[in-house]
């Protein structure tokens, strides 16, 4: 009788799926170092190798069904791999996972059952079959009223995803605003989204660069204001100039011209704020021949 204790040493050393290393250690009659030569000899943990790899590429992908909606990013070394149709398929089992189930954190995500496994399991086995470091990085589930309509919209094949919610407008309206989100990056929905810190922050080097400038101290508060302004028109969605709009209608005021207000918009860019990958294919391949 294999122990579970003795599957979750296998599984730690080796990065395989649960079910490899019981298999293995069947096979060896419980010698976990024979399973792990067992699990070598398969190209099974070969995920275990790529554990310090850098995944910075991958897919940005929405599901929406009903009320529901789900956004992921999921990673992968490559952004060819990204393209694999094993890839997809595993970011599409993880996007109905999450829409079935009202998971909380990413380990409650990774949690999840697919089809008999674990999605953590599922990533795992999918490292060792496609050869690449793969990782799930982040998640949003929105749910909306009656009265919303989601807009989806993907960038350069799931480089960029954005998914926006608005209230009284069309589906249409909404998928318009998503796509001006994937084209002018805005950090938040609105302007009262942005945390105090974060503003009284932007302020005080405002305050500096000002001071710097030679501006008169007394004069300081009034320029301020103008150029919070400006601040939430770079960095709110509701507050920017709609790309399409030749009257220079924010996006909030286009939303209001078409019947609603915005309720939330989520963006996701594969990789942002992540370690890119400095090697070349070139140097990556004769690595691999190497080893």
């Known amino acids: 009788m294999i122990s ?17 290393c019981k ?60 393209k694999n149709a094993e890839f997809t398929t595993m970011v599409d089992s993880i996007l109905k996972a999450i829409a079935a189930n009202d998971p909380k954190t990413n380990e409650e995500v990774l949690a999840l059952d697919v089809e008999g496994q674990t999605i953590n399991d599922l990533i795992v086995d999918k490292t060792a079959k496609i050869g690449e470091k793969l990782s799930f ?19 350069m094949g799931g480089k960029i995803a954005v ?25 938040y929905t609105k302007a009262s989204e942005v945390p105090t810190e974060v503003l009284e922050k932007e302020k005080s080097i405002m305050r500096e660069q000002l001071l710097n400038e030679g501006k008169p101290a007394d004069r300081i ?25 030749e009257n220079k209608e924010t996006v909030s005021e286009y939303v209001k011209n078409n019947g609603g207000t915005i309720s939330s918009m989520i963006r996701y860019e594969v990789g942002e704020g992540m370690e890119k990958r400095s090697e070349n294919f070139a140097e990556e391949v004769a690595k691999q021949m190497q080893q």
Not at 143 to 149: A, F, G, I, Q, R
Not at 163 to 185: F, W
Not at 222 to 236: F, Q, R, S
């Open 4 to 20: 579970a204790s003795l599957v979750k040493e296998l599984r730690e050393k080796t990065g395989a799926g649960m079910l490899d």
């Open 23 to 82: 298999k293995a250690l069947e096979e060896c009659n419980g010698n976990i170092d024979a399973a792990i030569d067992w699990l070598r000899e398969k190209g099974i943990s070969k995920a275990a190798k790529k554990a310090e790899r850098i995944a910075a590429e991958g897919l940005a992908a929405i599901y929406t069904e009903g009320n529901t909606a789900v956004i992921v990013e999921v990673n992968s070394e490559t952004d060819f791999v990204a």
């Open 137 to 155: 990085r982040r998640f949003t589930k929105v749910t909306k009223t009656d009265s919303e309509n989601f807009g989806t919209y993907i960038h």
């Open 163 to 187: 998914l926006t919610v608005v209230d009284g407008a069309s589906e249409e309206v909404a998928k318009e605003v998503a796509m001006h989100a994937a084209a002018m990056r805005p950090v």
């Open 221 to 245: 508060d009034n320029i301020l204001v103008g150029k919070v302004k400006k601040y939430y028109e770079d960095v709110c969605l509701e507050n920017q100039i709609f790309v399409k709009a």
